[in-house]
Protein backbone atom coordinates (compact mmCIF):
# COMPACT_ATOMS: atom_id res chain seq x y z
CA UNK A 1 0.00 0.00 0.00
CA UNK A 2 1.04 3.16 -0.81
CA UNK A 3 2.57 6.17 2.18
CA UNK A 4 1.36 9.05 0.56
CA UNK A 5 -1.79 10.58 2.14
CA UNK A 6 -4.04 13.07 0.09
CA UNK A 7 -4.78 16.65 1.76
CA UNK A 8 -6.79 19.21 0.65
CA UNK A 9 -4.67 22.00 0.12
CA UNK A 10 -6.94 24.55 -0.54
CA UNK A 11 -10.73 25.37 -0.83
CA UNK A 12 -12.84 27.86 -2.92
CA UNK A 13 -16.27 28.79 -3.08
CA UNK A 14 -19.32 30.94 -5.40
CA UNK A 15 -22.72 31.23 -4.10
CA UNK A 16 -25.08 33.29 -6.61
CA UNK A 17 -26.05 36.68 -5.47
CA UNK A 18 -29.90 37.15 -5.29
CA UNK A 19 -31.09 36.13 -1.69
CA UNK A 20 -34.32 33.94 -1.85
CA UNK A 21 -35.99 34.65 2.18
CA UNK A 22 -38.36 32.97 3.76
CA UNK A 23 -40.72 35.74 3.66
CA UNK A 24 -40.47 36.00 -0.23
CA UNK A 25 -41.43 31.91 0.07
CA UNK A 26 -44.27 32.25 1.72
CA UNK A 27 -45.68 35.16 -1.81
CA UNK A 28 -45.20 31.93 -3.25
CA UNK A 29 -46.60 29.19 -1.58
CA UNK A 30 -48.32 28.51 2.12
CA UNK A 31 -45.72 28.34 4.38
CA UNK A 32 -44.03 30.82 7.36
CA UNK A 33 -41.12 32.01 8.27
CA UNK A 34 -41.61 30.78 11.80
CA UNK A 35 -42.33 26.99 10.09
CA UNK A 36 -39.47 26.43 8.03
CA UNK A 37 -37.19 27.75 11.02
CA UNK A 38 -38.17 25.57 13.44
CA UNK A 39 -39.20 22.25 11.05
CA UNK A 40 -35.67 22.95 8.96
CA UNK A 41 -33.41 25.64 9.79
CA UNK A 42 -32.64 27.19 6.80
CA UNK A 43 -33.51 31.25 7.20
CA UNK A 44 -32.93 31.94 3.21
CA UNK A 45 -31.17 30.65 0.47
CA UNK A 46 -29.29 32.02 -3.03
CA UNK A 47 -30.92 31.44 -6.72
CA UNK A 48 -29.00 31.91 -9.80
CA UNK A 49 -30.78 33.79 -12.07
CA UNK A 50 -30.25 34.69 -15.46
CA UNK A 51 -31.30 33.15 -19.17
CA UNK A 52 -29.01 30.35 -19.94
CA UNK A 53 -26.93 30.36 -16.38
CA UNK A 54 -26.00 26.85 -15.03
CA UNK A 55 -24.37 25.06 -12.53
CA UNK A 56 -21.13 24.93 -14.78
CA UNK A 57 -20.87 28.96 -14.40
CA UNK A 58 -21.42 27.82 -10.26
CA UNK A 59 -18.80 25.01 -10.71
CA UNK A 60 -16.52 27.76 -12.35
CA UNK A 61 -16.53 30.53 -9.99
CA UNK A 62 -15.16 27.86 -7.01
CA UNK A 63 -12.85 26.42 -9.44
CA UNK A 64 -11.45 29.90 -10.32
CA UNK A 65 -11.43 31.51 -6.49
CA UNK A 66 -9.72 28.01 -5.50
CA UNK A 67 -7.10 28.82 -8.37
CA UNK A 68 -6.39 32.73 -7.20
CA UNK A 69 -6.54 31.56 -3.37
CA UNK A 70 -3.79 28.78 -4.18
CA UNK A 71 -1.74 30.41 -6.36
CA UNK A 72 -2.73 27.53 -9.19
CA UNK A 73 -2.18 27.64 -12.63
CA UNK A 74 -5.28 25.99 -14.60
CA UNK A 75 -2.12 24.17 -16.65
CA UNK A 76 -1.23 22.15 -13.02
CA UNK A 77 -4.53 20.78 -12.93
CA UNK A 78 -4.77 16.73 -13.60
CA UNK A 79 -8.19 15.90 -12.58
CA UNK A 80 -11.14 17.63 -12.37
CA UNK A 81 -14.34 16.04 -10.50
CA UNK A 82 -17.51 17.66 -10.43
CA UNK A 83 -20.41 16.30 -8.43
CA UNK A 84 -23.51 17.26 -9.23
CA UNK A 85 -27.38 16.23 -10.06
CA UNK A 86 -28.25 19.27 -11.89
CA UNK A 87 -25.95 18.83 -15.40
CA UNK A 88 -25.87 21.29 -17.32
CA UNK A 89 -27.37 18.92 -19.52
CA UNK A 90 -27.73 15.19 -19.52
CA UNK A 91 -24.09 15.50 -21.82
CA UNK A 92 -21.48 16.20 -22.08
CA UNK A 93 -20.49 16.29 -18.25
CA UNK A 94 -20.81 19.44 -16.62
CA UNK A 95 -17.04 18.68 -15.53
CA UNK A 96 -15.71 18.89 -19.06
CA UNK A 97 -18.05 22.64 -19.07
CA UNK A 98 -16.34 23.70 -16.28
CA UNK A 99 -12.29 23.11 -17.14
CA UNK A 100 -13.06 24.67 -20.39
CA UNK A 101 -14.40 27.48 -18.92
CA UNK A 102 -12.02 27.62 -16.13
CA UNK A 103 -8.90 27.34 -18.94
CA UNK A 104 -7.84 23.74 -17.18
CA UNK A 105 -6.20 22.03 -20.28
CA UNK A 106 -4.09 19.59 -19.44
CA UNK A 107 -6.57 17.67 -17.38
CA UNK A 108 -9.37 14.83 -17.90
CA UNK A 109 -12.40 15.56 -15.78
CA UNK A 110 -15.37 13.87 -15.55
CA UNK A 111 -19.09 14.23 -13.32
CA UNK A 112 -19.77 12.24 -10.39
CA UNK A 113 -23.93 11.78 -9.25
CA UNK A 114 -24.27 10.16 -5.58
CA UNK A 115 -26.73 12.75 -4.32
CA UNK A 116 -25.81 14.61 -1.47
CA UNK A 117 -23.04 12.46 -0.71
CA UNK A 118 -21.61 13.55 -4.34
CA UNK A 119 -18.88 15.62 -2.78
CA UNK A 120 -17.71 13.07 -0.60
CA UNK A 121 -17.63 10.30 -2.91
CA UNK A 122 -15.60 12.75 -4.94
CA UNK A 123 -13.49 13.47 -2.41
CA UNK A 124 -13.17 9.33 -1.91
CA UNK A 125 -12.46 8.98 -5.67
CA UNK A 126 -10.16 12.24 -6.47
CA UNK A 127 -7.77 10.87 -3.53
CA UNK A 128 -6.95 7.56 -4.40
CA UNK A 129 -5.28 9.23 -7.70
CA UNK A 130 -3.23 11.30 -5.27
CA UNK A 131 -2.70 8.29 -3.66
CA UNK A 132 -1.31 6.28 -5.92
CA UNK A 133 0.76 8.68 -7.13
CA UNK A 134 -0.43 9.05 -10.39
CA UNK A 135 -1.42 12.75 -10.31
CA UNK A 136 -0.17 15.87 -8.49
CA UNK A 137 -3.15 18.17 -8.28
CA UNK A 138 -6.50 17.30 -8.17
CA UNK A 139 -9.99 19.21 -8.13
CA UNK A 140 -13.20 18.37 -6.67
CA UNK A 141 -15.79 20.37 -7.21
CA UNK A 142 -19.37 20.15 -5.74
CA UNK A 143 -22.04 22.10 -7.94
CA UNK A 144 -25.94 22.77 -8.00
CA UNK A 145 -28.11 24.61 -9.58
CA UNK A 146 -31.01 23.32 -7.66
CA UNK A 147 -33.62 25.94 -8.25
CA UNK A 148 -34.00 24.69 -12.13
CA UNK A 149 -35.10 21.25 -10.44
CA UNK A 150 -37.34 22.54 -7.69
CA UNK A 151 -41.30 22.87 -7.90
CA UNK A 152 -41.65 26.49 -6.58
CA UNK A 153 -45.24 25.42 -5.72
CA UNK A 154 -44.77 22.50 -3.61
CA UNK A 155 -44.34 23.74 -0.19
CA UNK A 156 -43.17 20.33 1.45
CA UNK A 157 -39.61 20.99 -1.01
CA UNK A 158 -38.95 24.43 -2.02
CA UNK A 159 -37.92 25.86 1.33
CA UNK A 160 -35.07 23.08 1.17
CA UNK A 161 -32.90 23.75 -1.56
CA UNK A 162 -30.47 26.23 -3.04
CA UNK A 163 -27.74 27.21 -5.20
CA UNK A 164 -24.18 27.25 -4.54
CA UNK A 165 -20.72 25.72 -5.41
CA UNK A 166 -17.76 24.73 -3.87
CA UNK A 167 -14.45 23.27 -4.57
CA UNK A 168 -11.09 22.06 -3.34
CA UNK A 169 -7.65 20.64 -4.29
CA UNK A 170 -6.29 17.82 -3.76
CA UNK A 171 -2.43 17.19 -3.33
CA UNK A 172 -0.11 14.87 -1.64
CA UNK A 173 0.36 15.48 1.82
CA UNK A 174 4.45 16.42 2.93
CA UNK A 175 3.35 15.16 6.87
CA UNK A 176 1.01 13.01 8.88
CA UNK A 177 -1.91 15.02 7.69
CA UNK A 178 -4.58 14.32 5.43
CA UNK A 179 -7.46 12.10 4.39
CA UNK A 180 -6.70 9.06 6.98
CA UNK A 181 -9.84 6.81 6.63
CA UNK A 182 -13.39 7.03 4.80
CA UNK A 183 -16.29 4.92 4.17
CA UNK A 184 -19.24 5.73 1.90
CA UNK A 185 -22.40 3.29 1.37
CA UNK A 186 -25.20 3.27 -0.39
CA UNK A 187 -28.48 1.53 -1.08
CA UNK A 188 -30.73 1.88 -4.49
CA UNK A 189 -33.76 0.80 -3.22
CA UNK A 190 -34.17 4.38 -0.62
CA UNK A 191 -34.67 5.52 -4.14
CA UNK A 192 -38.30 5.57 -4.09
CA UNK A 193 -38.53 7.96 -1.57
CA UNK A 194 -36.01 10.88 -3.39
CA UNK A 195 -35.84 11.11 -7.23
CA UNK A 196 -37.23 13.10 -10.18
CA UNK A 197 -39.29 10.91 -12.04
CA UNK A 198 -39.29 11.89 -15.95
CA UNK A 199 -36.33 12.94 -17.86
CA UNK A 200 -34.12 9.91 -17.48
CA UNK A 201 -34.04 6.96 -20.06
CA UNK A 202 -36.79 5.29 -17.87
CA UNK A 203 -39.72 8.25 -18.96
CA UNK A 204 -38.12 10.94 -21.30
CA UNK A 205 -39.72 14.42 -20.78
CA UNK A 206 -43.11 14.89 -23.03
CA UNK A 207 -45.92 17.40 -22.41
CA UNK A 208 -47.74 14.55 -19.94
CA UNK A 209 -44.35 14.70 -18.00
CA UNK A 210 -44.36 18.43 -17.33
CA UNK A 211 -47.94 18.78 -16.99
CA UNK A 212 -47.54 16.56 -14.44
CA UNK A 213 -45.03 18.21 -12.85
CA UNK A 214 -42.39 15.15 -13.21
CA UNK A 215 -38.45 17.45 -13.93
CA UNK A 216 -39.08 18.51 -10.45
CA UNK A 217 -37.40 16.98 -7.44
CA UNK A 218 -40.08 14.39 -5.79
CA UNK A 219 -39.07 13.85 -1.80
CA UNK A 220 -41.02 11.64 0.71
CA UNK A 221 -39.73 13.74 3.55
CA UNK A 222 -40.41 11.88 6.56
CA UNK A 223 -39.07 8.52 5.27
CA UNK A 224 -35.96 10.45 3.97
CA UNK A 225 -35.38 12.38 7.53
CA UNK A 226 -35.86 8.83 9.53
CA UNK A 227 -33.51 7.29 7.39
CA UNK A 228 -30.76 10.71 6.81
CA UNK A 229 -30.92 10.80 11.22
CA UNK A 230 -30.02 6.81 11.52
CA UNK A 231 -27.14 6.64 8.72
CA UNK A 232 -25.68 9.52 9.02
CA UNK A 233 -25.12 9.62 12.82
CA UNK A 234 -24.14 5.74 12.84
CA UNK A 235 -21.61 6.48 10.07
CA UNK A 236 -19.95 9.13 12.26
CA UNK A 237 -20.13 7.28 15.34
CA UNK A 238 -18.40 4.36 13.52
CA UNK A 239 -15.74 6.48 12.74
CA UNK A 240 -15.35 7.95 15.65
CA UNK A 241 -14.97 4.33 17.14
CA UNK A 242 -12.60 3.02 14.48
CA UNK A 243 -10.13 5.66 14.70
CA UNK A 244 -10.33 5.71 18.65
CA UNK A 245 -11.25 9.19 18.49
CA UNK A 246 -13.53 10.65 21.49
CA UNK A 247 -15.55 13.55 21.10
CA UNK A 248 -12.54 15.89 22.64
CA UNK A 249 -10.24 14.59 20.33
CA UNK A 250 -12.55 15.81 17.25
CA UNK A 251 -12.23 19.60 16.91
CA UNK A 252 -15.17 19.62 13.89
CA UNK A 253 -17.88 17.73 12.37
CA UNK A 254 -18.76 18.54 8.49
CA UNK A 255 -22.37 17.55 8.09
CA UNK A 256 -24.67 17.61 5.33
CA UNK A 257 -26.65 20.47 5.48
CA UNK A 258 -30.18 19.30 4.97
CA UNK A 259 -32.04 19.84 7.82
CA UNK A 260 -30.69 21.65 11.33
CA UNK A 261 -32.55 18.96 13.12
CA UNK A 262 -30.80 15.91 11.21
CA UNK A 263 -27.24 18.02 11.91
CA UNK A 264 -28.33 18.37 15.77
CA UNK A 265 -28.99 14.66 15.82
CA UNK A 266 -25.89 13.00 14.65
CA UNK A 267 -23.94 16.00 16.64
CA UNK A 268 -26.18 14.36 20.00
CA UNK A 269 -24.81 11.25 19.06
CA UNK A 270 -21.12 11.82 18.64
CA UNK A 271 -21.73 13.30 22.28
CA UNK A 272 -20.33 16.77 20.34
CA UNK A 273 -20.77 20.22 22.17
CA UNK A 274 -22.79 22.61 18.96
CA UNK A 275 -19.02 24.99 18.98
CA UNK A 276 -17.38 22.21 17.23
CA UNK A 277 -20.15 21.23 14.48
CA UNK A 278 -20.27 23.55 10.99
CA UNK A 279 -23.62 25.19 10.37
CA UNK A 280 -24.45 27.72 7.23
CA UNK A 281 -27.45 25.80 6.91
CA UNK A 282 -29.68 28.88 7.55
CA UNK A 283 -27.63 31.07 4.89
CA UNK A 284 -27.65 28.42 2.05
CA UNK A 285 -30.14 26.25 2.64
CA UNK A 286 -29.49 22.26 0.80
CA UNK A 287 -26.94 23.25 -2.07
CA UNK A 288 -26.45 19.41 -2.43
CA UNK A 289 -23.21 18.53 -3.50
CA UNK A 290 -22.07 22.56 -2.67
CA UNK A 291 -22.64 22.02 0.86
CA UNK A 292 -19.49 20.22 2.72
CA UNK A 293 -17.12 22.60 0.61
CA UNK A 294 -19.37 26.20 1.24
CA UNK A 295 -18.57 24.98 4.76
CA UNK A 296 -14.80 24.38 4.66
CA UNK A 297 -14.82 27.94 2.69
CA UNK A 298 -16.70 29.50 5.56
CA UNK A 299 -14.40 27.75 8.31
CA UNK A 300 -10.93 28.17 6.47
CA UNK A 301 -9.71 31.30 8.86
CA UNK A 302 -10.65 29.50 12.11
CA UNK A 303 -9.08 25.41 10.73
CA UNK A 304 -5.57 25.04 12.03
CA UNK A 305 -2.94 22.55 10.62
CA UNK A 306 -3.43 19.01 12.78
CA UNK A 307 -7.16 19.97 13.32
CA UNK A 308 -9.31 16.63 13.62
CA UNK A 309 -12.56 16.58 11.11
CA UNK A 310 -15.34 14.13 10.28
CA UNK A 311 -17.54 15.02 7.02
CA UNK A 312 -20.67 13.05 7.41
CA UNK A 313 -23.46 12.67 4.61
CA UNK A 314 -26.47 11.59 3.25
CA UNK A 315 -28.60 11.43 -0.10
CA UNK A 316 -30.74 10.61 -2.47
CA UNK A 317 -29.57 6.94 -3.34
CA UNK A 318 -29.64 6.58 -0.46
CA UNK A 319 -26.02 7.39 0.06
CA UNK A 320 -24.10 7.79 2.99
CA UNK A 321 -20.57 7.76 4.55
CA UNK A 322 -17.99 9.70 6.81
CA UNK A 323 -14.57 10.85 6.29
CA UNK A 324 -11.93 11.51 8.72
CA UNK A 325 -9.21 13.79 7.81
CA UNK A 326 -6.68 16.00 9.87
CA UNK A 327 -6.32 18.99 8.01
CA UNK A 328 -3.44 19.92 6.60
CA UNK A 329 -2.46 24.06 6.39
CA UNK A 330 -3.16 26.84 9.15
CA UNK A 331 -5.48 29.49 8.07
CA UNK A 332 -4.00 31.23 4.88
CA UNK A 333 -2.76 35.42 5.90
O1 LIG B 1 -30.35 16.17 1.36
C1 LIG B 1 -31.13 15.14 0.84
C2 LIG B 1 -31.82 14.45 1.89
N1 LIG B 1 -33.01 15.15 2.29
C3 LIG B 1 -33.31 15.33 3.57
O2 LIG B 1 -32.51 14.99 4.41
C4 LIG B 1 -34.65 15.90 3.93
C5 LIG B 1 -35.25 15.08 5.03
N2 LIG B 1 -36.61 15.50 5.41
C6 LIG B 1 -36.86 16.67 6.07
O3 LIG B 1 -35.97 17.46 6.28
C7 LIG B 1 -38.26 16.93 6.56
O4 LIG B 1 -39.00 15.75 6.49
C8 LIG B 1 -39.02 18.05 5.77
C9 LIG B 1 -38.35 19.38 6.07
C10 LIG B 1 -39.00 17.76 4.30
C11 LIG B 1 -40.46 18.13 6.26
O5 LIG B 1 -40.51 18.33 7.67
P1 LIG B 1 -41.41 17.40 8.60
O6 LIG B 1 -41.25 17.90 9.96
O7 LIG B 1 -41.04 15.98 8.31
O8 LIG B 1 -42.86 17.76 8.11
P2 LIG B 1 -44.00 16.76 7.59
O9 LIG B 1 -43.72 16.33 6.20
O10 LIG B 1 -44.22 15.70 8.63
O11 LIG B 1 -45.24 17.71 7.60
C12 LIG B 1 -45.83 18.20 8.82
C13 LIG B 1 -46.92 19.20 8.48
C14 LIG B 1 -47.89 18.69 7.43
O12 LIG B 1 -49.18 19.18 7.74
P3 LIG B 1 -50.27 18.24 8.43
O13 LIG B 1 -50.46 17.08 7.49
O14 LIG B 1 -49.67 17.84 9.73
O15 LIG B 1 -51.45 19.15 8.55
C15 LIG B 1 -47.41 19.35 6.16
O16 LIG B 1 -48.43 19.53 5.21
O17 LIG B 1 -46.32 20.38 7.96
C16 LIG B 1 -46.94 20.69 6.70
N3 LIG B 1 -45.95 21.34 5.86
C17 LIG B 1 -45.76 22.67 5.88
N4 LIG B 1 -46.35 23.67 6.57
C18 LIG B 1 -45.90 24.93 6.37
C19 LIG B 1 -45.10 20.78 4.97
N5 LIG B 1 -44.34 21.73 4.40
C20 LIG B 1 -44.73 22.92 4.95
C21 LIG B 1 -44.32 24.24 4.76
N6 LIG B 1 -44.93 25.22 5.49
N7 LIG B 1 -43.32 24.59 3.92
Known amino acids: MSNVKAAITGVGAYVPDYILTNDELATMVDTTNEWIMTRIGIKERRILKGEGKGTSDLGTG ?155 VYQEGQSVFKFAVSNMADVSVEMMKRNNLSSDDLDWLVPHQANLRIVDATARRMNLPKEKVMINIQKYGNTTDATIPLLL ?30 WAYDPPK
Open 62 to 216: AVLDLLKKTGTSPDEIDLLICATVTPDMVFPATANIISDKAGIKNAFSFDLNAGCSGFLFGLTTGSQFIESGKYKKVIVVGADKMSSIVDYTDRTTCPIFGDGAGAVLLEASDDDNGIIDVTNFVDGSGRKHLHQKAGGSVKPSTHETIDAREHY
Open 297 to 326: NEWESKLNKGDNLIIATFGAGFTWGAMYLK
